[in-house]
T-cell receptor, first 117, second 111 residues
Framework: DAGVTQSPTHLIKTRGQQVTLRCSPK?????VSWYQQALGQGPQFIFQ???????QRGNFPDRFSGHQFPNYSSELNVNALLLGDSALYLC????????????????FGPGTRLTVL | KQEVTQIPAALSVPEGENLVLNCSFT??????LQWFRQDPGKGLTSLLL?????REQTSGRLNASLDKSSGRSTLYIAASQPGDSATYLC??????????FGSGTKLNVKP
């Protein structure tokens, strides 16, 4: 089991550009959540995808968008990059209950380090 | 507003010492609480998950407790080792699948 994988590992962009980050969940998991972690802080919840739909969203602007594919993998897109978007972006996967609620353990990937210059 | 606080922010102990990390949350209507370990520049490794109906969970030298009524969880590490040096994060799950993290406790275990 490869666990949660993310690509790329590192990324450098300039202000105003757009970026796409990718995540493959742990085998058997159907729910993917994205987090932003600034240096020295805890991760902040961006949004969660289940059954190819955004189910929950944290306090992030519309510049942050995502997608989930039929194979449960997911993408995070950020438009019009700002210097403040520089952070470690983490993907977590879990298995939802039949009701769609996920009370189960979250497993995290290694993250993508995004630097905006 | 749900807030998760971890105290202390940093902790340095000699090898072999038993230690306790604290996590407090403002809203007691949680579904579960999960403790993670994060090494510098890396992702999060799950240590323990406590469901809201449980009082504690144990894994090896780690023991996590949960007191919903007081809004507190503790992570107890027995016989600490230099390899335990990392940042420890707690995350609380509330309704509608919203997770809130604390800022973490940075632990340094000195040989």
């Amino acid at each position: 089991d490869a666990g949660v994988t993310q690509s790329p590992t590192h990324l450098i962009k300039t202000r105003g550009q757009q970026v796409t980050l990718r995540c493959s969940p742990k085998s058997g998991h159907d729910t993917v959540s994205w987090y932003q972690q600034a240096l020295g802080q805890g991760p902040q919840f961006i949004f969660q995808y289940y059954e190819e739909e955004e189910r929950q969203r944290g306090n992030f602007p519309d510049r942050f968008s995502g997608h989930q594919f039929p194979n449960y993998s997911s993408e995070l897109n950020v438009n019009a990059l700002l210097l403040g978007d520089s952070a470690l972006y983490l993907c977590a996967s879990s298995l939802a209950l039949s009701s769609g609620v996920s009370y189960n353990e979250q497993f995290f990937g290694p993250g993508t380090r995004l630097t905006v210059l | 507003k749900q807030e998760v606080t971890q105290i202390p922010a940093a902790l340095s102990v000699p090898e072999g010492e038993n230690l306790v990390l604290n996590c407090s949350f403002t809203d007691s209507a949680i579904y579960n609480l999960q403790w993670f370990r994060q090494d510098p520049g890396k992702g999060l490794t799950s240590l323990l998950l406590i469901q809201s109906s449980q009082r504690e969970q144990t894994s090896g030298r780690l023991n996590a407790s949960l007191d919903k009524s007081s809004g507190r969880s503790t992570l107890y590490i027995a016989a600490s080792q230099p390899g335990d040096s990392a940042t420890y994060l707690c995350a609380v799950l509330y309704n509608f699948n919203k997770f809130y993290f604390g800022s973490g406790t940075k632990l340094n275990v000195k040989p």
